[in-house]
Nanobody, 121 residues
Framework: VQLQASGGGLVQAGGSLRLSCAASGDTFSMYYMGWFRQAPGKEREFVAA????????YYPDSVKGRFTISRDNAKNTAYLQMNSLKPEDTAVYFC???????????????WGQGTLVTVSS
């Protein structure tokens, strides 16, 4: 499967952005999806994950209550709605896919190219 992330940009603290991850090349509904982020000089960090049907989601405490992952299997797209953004949310955001299981680490088999989110104070 090929993944294309989009929707990043510059936003003020407290603002919102919605990222999209468009999938192609395989049956999207067969994949568990995840979002990660990587700030300069830091390791890639888990942000959100969703199961194949969209009924189960997971978040780390750092984004819980502010970020929402979702998917539209008919549109072959996963989303990350980010609200109440903080300067520390600034990073390149990546979507990822895996057929095996929902993962909270970087062991996904497929990755998008990343989209930059910058939150100004």
């Amino acid at each position: 499967v090929q993944l294309q992330a989009s929707g990043g940009g510059l936003v003020q603290a407290g603002g919102s952005l919605r990222l999209s991850c468009a999938a192609s090349g395989d049956t999207f509904s067969m994949y568990y999806m995840g979002w990660f982020r990587q700030a300069p000089g830091k390791e890639r960090e888990f942000v959100a994950a969703i199961n194949r049907s969209g009924t189960t989601t997971y978040y780390p405490d750092s984004v819980k209550g502010r970020f929402t992952i979702s998917r539209d299997n008919a549109k072959n797209t996963a989303y990350l709605q980010m609200n109440s953004l903080k300067p520390e949310d600034t990073a390149v955001y990546f979507c990822a896919a895996d057929r095996r299981t929902m993962l909270f680490t970087t062991r996904y088999d497929y990755w998008g190219q990343g989209t930059l989110v910058t939150v100004s104070s």
